[in-house]
């Protein structure tokens, strides 16, 4: 499954190439036929991240879009694209309708669009589901750019003490 947007390509994330990714980025980089800088992984998508997808993948190996999504920048050419980034889901819509995503871009890629390209592509995908009425994301206090991302594609902080963790901040957007 993947998603394109303008510079994007997202590509859902399938248990084997979680299980790449933690061998080596050459292993991803032949597992997903893309460039995998030496930088890799971004922040935030450490060890325990991947090993989490790797057992989300392994429970519900039928997750649809409810899963991680590596972010791959097209390149001039069709076949070149870069792995940038990794987007996605927290699980599936809950009983109140809510999907939680999360995000995070190499350095070399950050202040460039990718992250808020990525974000728009997921939250139009859950938005594209009739049981999902909000969206919700967590970022901290000291990541301007990751708020500004969010407050681009229409999320509204909730407040403090909301987030999941001291200090989080929780932003949701509802559906229109």
Known sequence: M?????????????????????????????????????????????????????????????????????????????????????????????????VEIGYSVLRDYRCKGFASEAVAALVDLAFGHAEVRRVAAETLPDLIASQRVLEKNGFRPLGPGQGSEPGAIRYVRERA
């Not at 991803?28 to 922040?43: F, H, I, N």
């Not at 069709?78 to 009983?95: N, Q, S, V």
């Open 2 to 98: 993947r998603l394109d947007t303008a510079r994007l390509t997202l590509h859902a994330a399938a248990l084997a190439d979680i299980e790449a990714d933690l061998e080596s980025p050459a292993a991803l980089a032949r597992q997903l036929g893309a460039v995998v800088p030496p930088a890799w992984p971004p922040d935030l998508y450490d060890r325990p991240a991947m090993e989490f997808a790797r057992n989300y993948l392994r429970e519900d190996p039928d997750a649809g879009p409810w899963t991680f999504w590596y972010v791959l920048l097209r390149g001039p050419q069709a076949a070149a694209r870069t792995a940038i980034g990794i987007c996605g889901f927290k699980g599936g819509p809950t009983l109140d309708g809510t």
